[in-house]
């Protein structure tokens, strides 16, 4: 079983940045590629950005390209988000998740999910 913790969210103003980690936990970890999702009030939960378990590979939303970026640190089972130039619009419950071997950006490509942490931006 594999237990992921987020954590960093919080209140921001607009333009402001904020880092966003997943801890992974629970069993041995290898080629495992990592998700960060998001979900607004009254919205489906969207995909954010991934990236590889070698970290070579990543991708984003175009929302959110050139503000935010994803990174990994293998040796903490650890990945972040870092966001950037915060917009009223990125509001939302931040939700990482991984997956055994490559990259997705689908959800339901996702093994195991973490409860999410709440990022809100004041304009």
């Known amino acids: 079983q594999v237990q992921l913790v987020e954590s960093g969210g919080g209140l921001v103003q607009a333009g402001g940045s904020l880092r966003l980690s997943c801890a992974a936990s629970?069993?041995?970890?290898?080629?495992?590629?990592m998700g960060w999702f998001r979900q607004a009030p009254g919205k489906e939960r969207e995909f954010v950005a991934h990236i590889s378990w070698s970290g070579s590979r990543t991708s984003y939303a175009d929302f959110v390209k050139g503000r935010f970026t994803i990174s990994r640190d293998n040796a903490k089972n650890t990945v972040y988000l870092q966001m950037n130039s915060l917009k009223p619009e990125d509001t939302a419950v931040y939700y990482c998740?991984?997956?055994?071997?490559?990259?997705?950006?689908?959800?339901?490509?996702?093994?195991?999910w973490g409860q999410g942490t709440q990022v809100t931006v004041s304009s």
């Open positions: 629970g069993r041995t970890f290898s080629n495992y590629a």
């Open positions: 998740a991984l997956k055994w071997g490559t990259t997705a950006q689908a959800m339901h490509e996702y093994d195991y």
